[in-house]
């Protein structure tokens, strides 16, 4: 038949092969979207392996992942996830003034500060809040690419109130608190400080848990494509937080009105 049709064997061959490979491929694609499916999207190419050999198929890894990645089967565990970036902790012998004294009675007396980890497009920046004890609200915010002081310094710049009235900036002991120019801002607004025991993110209970309130009330709910975006939104947030969400540990009054009612 080659020679009739002046085809060369080598062709058809290459050709047949082909085809074969192509149907192939058909019928692992509807295998392994079953298996996944079935596997409730967790499942990846190593699993999908194993289902697949029990059906009699023997599949590479490689075969696996392209054609998942064609037919766009992405597994829960292959969706970017944070990852913890160690660093060094402040050694710094400051004890914990604070002493989980959560609930303050003088506006501006204690603050609290921490950071969290939010997507933007395909990197992660970073979100810091300080808070007032006296009524949990956010006096000062921040984002930035970088985890690091200079991100709490703009959060110190961005509150509104007189820096002057606070006598203590309690955290945890990231270093991202332990600056040359912090040190300095406090020292001249005459702010003491007061840090956790180290691994005990108890004593800064208030911050790890508006965090907490932060990540399912707003994080979870946005896709940050920019950071102008994520600036852009959570300054609304924040506005929503401070004066209009009410709070369970306010008596359920906002910021505000806790502290239009109980500040001399």
Known sequence: MCK???????????????IDSEDKDKELRVLIKEIFIQSRNNYGTRKIK????????IVSRRRIGRIMKEIGLVSNYTVSQYKVHKTT????????????????????????SDLTYVRVGAKWNYICFIL??????????????????????????????????INLFHTDRGNEFKNKIIDELLEVFSIKRSLSLKGCPYDNAVSESTFKILKLEFVNNHKFETIEELELL????????????IHGSLNYMSPKEYKEKYSS
């Not at 194993?50 to 198929?57: D, I, Q, S, T």
């Not at 902790?89 to 609290?112: G, H, M």
């Not at 959570?234 to 969400?245: A, E, F, P, Q, T």
Request: hydrophobic share 35%.
């Open 4 to 18: 009739v049709l002046e085809l060369q064997r080598s062709t058809y061959y290459f050709i047949s092969k082909m």
């Open 50 to 57: 194993v289902e697949l050999k029990k059906k009699g198929y």
């Open 89 to 112: 902790c402040n050694e710094d012998k400051i004890s914990n003034e604070l002493n989980r004294e959560f609930t303050q009675e003088v506006p501006l007396n204690i603050i609290t």
């Open 132 to 165: 007032d004890l006296f009524n949990r609200e956010v006096i000062g915010y921040s984002v930035g690419e970088k985890k690091d002081a200079e991100l709490v310094k703009l959060s110190f710049m961005k509150t509104n109130y007189n820096l002057e009235k």
């Open 234 to 245: 959570l300054s609304d947030y924040v506005n929503w937080y401070n004066n209009i969400r």
